[in-house]
């Protein structure tokens, strides 16, 4: 009899009319849950107040998924409906999720339709419940999913200000027309007052900031495509998910309107100086912009009405000075009006080393001394320095310009150079150059190396070669006048 009953069992399962027991997780439509920031990190602490992403993980088991309820550690804003989409992208269903009470049902459009291991994640926006999260602490969240036992995720919250960072993502376009508007410029601003990115709409009227941490910006638009205003008041923005987005309409321009370019250089020169902010107000400061200069160390300020503006640099570049003056611009014609800004080194001054070495052996040379000339003008005698025991000297707090560098006198032992070296002396740089000397029973040349280039100049008007021809004129003068007195005797 009971060999029969088992037999009667075997033949049902075969049929399909019984199932053998399986193990809840081996069923469960939820695989796994993490908890993460908004940008999808999970590195902790989290923020009490920040937002959150919940993941939950799934796979298809060839059933219809079971509703679950999040647990109350967090609060969903707001009813959700949004598909429900394998790793893939395909849609295969639905997902809800109940504010109220928590509850996510998920649901398949068409069971016999799925591909055996389809799987994917939902993404749920919440906040912590701050009736349950009410001090920074270690909190944990234990999640009923279908598995045999709960998921519990561990989180340490602290109360400090969101933490996170997320991108802000400004699309530009025309007030009537809604056409994307390109060459639209914004300087964003953070809360302690410090410009973090100036950027301009590409050909799509967007631009991006990336990695802007959780906060309240401020952003001020300072340029437009011709013929749009640019508006004066600027506007705050909240970072606090992974991408804001701020739509910003543009209006044509009324009345006359002019512009502003700035250039920031190192005084004296044309180089740029880039990152240098500046400040434009008007007469009755009720305007107010700020810009920060590009690579070329240029900043445009647009769709400024007529009237006089006063122009302040607020930071300028590392080892510059920030000027303590200001500017007044009048803005009375459609072109930019255009200003260049000097800002002066902070160590204005350059240095030039010289090092003395033996031609053959390499030996530093003591005793070699040089004198430095202006190149320029009379040419007058800058300074004198005699080379050390390590074959070292140096010009120190040299203006920046050309010199002519000579050895006025050799080592004891060594003979002296007869060349000139045409050096270019840079604001706060060093010119390094090495000479060498040949022992007085052999012809020495000096040779430069260095950073810097060097400009040699040939030695004219040598004192024993003058000599030297003299005497041959004089003996063949007096060759000339003997055999003239023969020739009459």
């Not at 399962?13 to 999970?42: C, M, R, S």
């Not at 270019?424 to 000096?446: C, D, M, Q, R, Y």
Request: glycine share 8%.
């Amino acid at each position: 009899m009971k060999k029969c009953i088992m037999s009667l069992f075997a033949l049902l399962i075969v049929f399909g009319l019984i199932h053998p027991a399986q193990a809840a997780g081996e069923t469960a439509f939820y695989d796994g849950v993490k908890v993460t920031h908004a940008d999808g990190g999970n590195d902790q602490p989290f923020a009490k107040n920040e937002k959150l992403m919940i993941d939950l993980a799934w796979s298809y088991k060839a059933s219809q998924p079971d509703a679950i309820t999040l647990p109350d550690t967090f609060k969903v804003k707001e009813d959700m409906q949004k598909a429900l989409t394998t790793k893939d992208g395909t849609n295969v269903g639905t997902v809800k999720v109940d504010a109220e009470t928590r509850v996510v049902t998920a649901a398949f459009a068409n069971v016999s339709a799925i591909e055996s291991g389809a799987s994917g994640t939902i993404f749920i926006p919440v906040v912590f419940n701050e009736a349950v999260v009410t001090v920074a602490g270690t909190y944990e969240a234990a999640f009923n999913m279908g598995q045999a036992a709960p998921i519990v995720v561990n989180m340490t919250v602290e109360n400090a200000a969101q933490v996170g960072t997320g991108a802000l993502q400004i699309v530009a376009i025309d007030a009537l027309t809604k056409e994307k508007v390109a060459g639209s410029a914004f300087t964003v601003v953070n809360s302690d007052g410090k410009v973090v990115a100036s950027l301009t709409t590409n050909s799509a009227g967007e631009a991006t900031v990336p990695s802007l941490s959780y906060g309240t910006y401020t952003v001020t638009q300072t340029a437009a495509q011709a013929g749009y205003a640019v508006p004066a008041d600027p506007w705050k923005v909240e970072i606090n998910e992974a991408v804001v987005t701020k739509e910003v309409a543009h209006a044509k321009a009324a009345g006359l309107t002019g512009g502003l370019t700035i250039t920031a250089v190192e005084k004296g020169t044309t180089t740029p100086i880039k990152a240098a902010e500046f400040e434009l107000k008007s007469e009755n400061g009720l305007f107010s912009k700020t810009v920060v200069t590009d690579e070329k160390g240029t900043a445009l300020l647009t769709g400024l009405a007529y009237g006089t503006y006063t122009l302040k640099q607020t930071k300028t570049a590392a080892d510059f000075v920030l000027p303590t003056e200001t500017w007044d611009i009048v803005i009375g014609r459609q072109t930019p009006v255009e200003k260049t800004i000097e800002n002066q080194l902070i160590n204005e001054y350059g240095t030039l080393s010289i090092k003395k070495t033996d031609e053959k052996s390499g030996d530093a040379l003591k005793g070699a001394e040089f004198s430095l000339y202006y190149y320029t003008g009379d040419e007058k005698l800058v300074a004198k320095v005699v080379t050390d025991e390590k074959g070292s000297a140096e010009f120190e707090n040299l203006a920046a310009g050309k010199y002519t560098l000579e050895e006025t006198k050799a080592p004891t032992g060594y003979t002296r150079s007869s060349e000139k070296t045409v050096v270019t002396i840079k604001s706060g740089e060093t010119v390094e150059l090495t000479f060498k000397n040949a022992k007085s029973s052999t012809t020495g040349a000096a040779t430069t190396s260095g950073t810097k280039s060097a400009d040699t100049l040939p030695r004219t008007g040598d004192e024993s070669s003058m000599m030297y021809m003299l005497g041959v004129i004089l003996l063949v003068a007096g060759a000339y006048l003997f055999m003239k007195k023969g020739k009459r005797a």
